[in-house]
């Protein structure tokens, strides 16, 4: 890839993820030239879903991605959520029209490589988006009015000038050290466990358009159908002594039916049913107190991590993207300014749903007695009131929409 010589510098982003993508075709709609380097030699997601509230889904049917989206997705009728031990429904959530009527968008369930694609797909078509694979992003500097990215490729190191630099890089940022900030992310002594499981080999009853969520001691889980009911999509959450860093690892299927022996019948079924696991470390960090310095800024992952108890770390992602693309458009001659009024925009916000998947992740996992007092208000909530408990998180609007 040959750094530009001439003209107006492109915005260069570091990571072609969730978050990446989608500030890529927000920044690419206002008329800016973007350029992608993405470590990857090519993108594609491992074999999981992705909840995408109507915070994200707004953002990204108004980036025209609305057809994509009903192809590929789903739209969930409700969430229920029962007692892991016995299968008792503790509490139902009306998603589907529900949502639609309350938020103006929907609460969608699709495949990451289906959402990952279209993304890819919107910005491979845009001639303001230049994608450049194969690239890890090392080292940065700033000097004047540009920022110089220092680039490892499989033909030797490259640099990459551009206007700004956004690090939409993931948990483990390597443009996090350019704004100053040298932490590092702690495992927090829980794992994930994935699988995708034929809907014909499910029961019955758990193959409903709906998410269930199942909740007991040390350990919770969700699924939903995805790809028009065609899988189930399952994600169990749990206490574990053993990291590993970086994606994912293959699970061994008999350690963990073990780990449900004691959970309802119905759900060790389908648990059962999964071909094979695959499990992820969950690694959380404090709040970072700067995102953004000079003509560099953080996005998604790289500047918040958000635990996966609520489903938001890529709508906070996607949220982010809107936001830092309205302030470039306001102030496009004074970026570091316009980096500023991104950050004190999106830092409560990330800090507050960072917040919630915590004490959601809490609240998930308690053991008896505790069990008794969170039971008795998950029963004693309406779907109307759990509905309205949420409006904070899925009525968020980028401002002027
Ligand atoms: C079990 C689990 C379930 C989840 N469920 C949900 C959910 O239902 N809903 C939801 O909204 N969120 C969910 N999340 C969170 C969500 O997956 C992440 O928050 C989201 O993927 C973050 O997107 P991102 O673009 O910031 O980072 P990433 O998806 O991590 O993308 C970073 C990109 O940067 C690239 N990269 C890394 N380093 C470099 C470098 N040095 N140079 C160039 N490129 C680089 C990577 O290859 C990658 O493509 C879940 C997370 C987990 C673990």
Do not use: C
């Amino acid at each position: 890839m040959t750094s530009e010589t001439s003209g107006a510098r492109p915005i260069l982003i570091a990571g072609a993820g969730i978050g990446g993508l989608t500030a890529a075709i927000t920044l690419a709609r206002a008329g800016r030239q973007v350029a992608i380097l993405e470590r990857r030699t090519r993108v594609e997601e491992a074999g999981a879903g992705i909840q995408l509230s109507p915070n994200a889904s707004r953002v990204l049917v108004g980036l025209g991605l609305g057809a994509a989206l009903s192809r590929a997705a789903g739209e969930p009728e409700r969430l229920v959520v029962r007692s892991g031990r016995n299968g008792r429904v503790l509490s139902e959530m009306p998603l589907g029209d529900a949502m639609r009527r309350r938020h103006g968008a929907p609460y969608l369930l699709v495949h990451r490589a289906d959402l990952q694609m279209a993304l890819l797909d919107v910005a491979r078509s845009d001639p303001n988006i230049r994608l450049a694979f194969g690239r890890t992003v090392s080292s940065v500097d700033t000097e004047g009015d540009e920022v110089s990215v220092a680039v490892e490729a499989a033909g030797g190191p490259e640099t990459v000038r551009g206007s700004l630099l956004i690090g939409a890089d993931g948990l483990w940022s390597r443009v996090a050290p350019a704004i100053g900030d040298h932490t590092e992310a702690e495992f927090i002594g829980h794992v994930a466990w994935r699988a995708t499981v034929p809907a014909e080999a499910a029961p019955a009853a758990l193959r409903a358009q709906e998410t269930g969520l199942w909740l007991g001691r040390d350990a919770h889980v969700v699924h939903y159908p995805l790809r028009g009911g065609r899988v189930v999509n399952i994600v169990a959450v749990m206490r574990d002594r053993d990291a590993a860093r970086g994606w994912s690892r293959p699970g061994d299927p008999a350690v963990f039916a073990a780990r449900f022996r004691g959970w309802a019948p119905e759900l060790r079924d389908l648990l059962a049913a999964a071909p094979e696991w695959q499990v992820w470390s969950l690694f959380d960090r404090a709040p970072r107190q700067t995102w953004a310095a000079g003509r560099v800024a953080l996005l998604g992952d790289a500047a918040h991590p958000v635990l996966p108890f609520l489903a938001q770390g890529g709508a906070l992602a996607i949220e982010d993207a809107a936001v830092l693309a309205r302030e470039l458009a306001r102030a496009p001659q004074d970026v570091p300014a316009a980096l500023a009024a991104y950050q004190a925009d999106r830092r409560p916000r990330a800090r507050q749903v960072q917040a919630a998947a915590r004490q959601n992740g809490r609240a998930y996992h308690m053991g008896f007695p505790l069990t008794v007092g969170r039971d008795l208000v998950l029963r004693g909530l309406s779907g109307q009131g759990m509905l309205k408990r949420y409006d904070w998180l899925y009525g968020w609007k980028p401002e002027g929409a």
